[in-house]
């Protein structure tokens, strides 16, 4: 039973609009969202994180937003450039779980120039 | 800085033969783990270490071992390779226990 995830497997957009990926959890227990951003032949690199605490975590052009009562995050990316073309990973953490990371199965995503 | 190094990058194993992936990070972080990815699966946590000389089950350990002598290092050891091992394995190490975890590039295993 998989308590991360990733409902769409790919999603293209085109170059300068806005990307949005998202993720459900079933786990009431997790506290900690993060995002991970992976290329090929590549480890997966961090993005962007939430604690349950917030419903809104900005960085730059990556947003992320959590709706608790939904169990549900998603990830906005705007405007999207062709180098964010990667497979982005969802997470959840218990609390002081260290890095004991729950992971959704990723949405690759394709921006066109 | 070379954060989490994993090696080999690549390896094919036959059936039954055992061999270790070796994690190495200079970033003195206290938390390791090791995942594998499978198409779909995203990463599934096998083994994980809070410290030197502690380690714990994830949520796929079984035909895996693991052991944490030193900060630094965190190998995996494949005792009987089985085909349901072969997989992208990641090994990620986190400084303390509420922050994100750092990814190595992985190691491409294919057990025939």
């Known amino acids: 039973d998989q308590q991360v995830k990733q409902n769409s497997p790919s999603l293209s957009v085109q170059e300068g609009r806005i990307s949005i990926l998202n993720c459900d959890y079933t786990?009431?227990?997790?506290?900690?969202f993060l995002w991970y951003k992976k290329y090929p032949a590549e480890g997966p690199t961090f993005l962007i994180s939430i604690s349950s605490i917030k419903d809104k975590n900005e960085d730059g052009r990556f947003t992320v937003f959590l709706n608790k009562s939904a169990k549900h995050l998603s990830l906005h990316i705007v405007p999207s450039q062709p180098g964010d073309s990667a497979v982005y990973f969802c997470a959840a953490r218990r609390y002081n779980a260290g890095n004991m990371l729950t992971f959704g199965g990723g949405t690759r995503l394709m921006v066109k120039p | 800085n070379a954060g989490v190094t994993q090696t080999p990058k690549f390896q094919v194993l036959k059936t039954g033969q055992s061999m270790t992936l070796q994690c190495a990070q200079d970033m003195n972080h206290e938390y390791m783990s090791w995942y594998r990815q499978d198409p779909g699966m995203g990463l599934r946590l096998i083994h994980y270490s809070v410290g030197a000389g502690i380690t714990d089950q994830g949520e796929v350990p079984n035909g895996y071992n693991v052991s944490r002598s030193t900060t630094e290092d965190f190998p995996l050891r494949l005792l009987s390779a089985a085909p349901s091992q072969t997989s992208v394995y990641f090994c990620a190490s986190t400084r303390h226990m509420n922050t994100e975890a750092f990814f190595g590039q992985g190691t491409r295993l294919t057990v025939v």
């Open positions: 786990n009431s227990m997790f506290d900690y």
